[in-house]
């Protein structure tokens, strides 16, 4: 949807290259509003298989795992212009190209 509208995308494989702690922290607090809650992949099937409950973590907590587990960061995370939306759905986005 991007490339079709003219913009540049640049990948990034979180497993080959992970977030360090600094940058998932940055993008967080670019992120504002729901901050750490809106990064976690709360639904992943990464955390049921650990047992734990995305409701029952602290931000500090779900930091951590998001760091020692990839698949817990939400994933897309698309910046354009300077606005970052993570997680975006194909109305997100059409919405954001729109504007």
């Known amino acids: 949807m991007l490339v079709q509208n ?3 995308v ?3 494989d979180y497993f080959k290259e992970p977030f360090t702690e600094t940058e998932l922290r940055q993008l967080v607090a670019e992120l504002g509003e ?6 976690f992949a709360a639904r992943s099937p ?3 298989k650990m ?3 995305a409701a029952d973590l602290s ?7 998001m760091l020692e587990e990839p698949r817990l960061v939400r994933r897309p995370i698309v910046r354009l212009g300077d606005r970052l939306i993570v997680g975006a759905s194909i109305k997100t986005m059409t919405e ?3 504007s």
């Open 96 to 98: 954001a190209l729109s």
């Open 10 to 12: 640049e990948e990034r």
């Open 46 to 48: 990464s955390l049921k």
């Open 34 to 39: 729901p901050g750490v809650t809106g990064m």
């Open 51 to 53: 047992g734990l409950n």
């Open 59 to 65: 931000d500090e907590r779900k930091l951590a795992l």
């Open 6 to 8: 003219g913009y540049t």
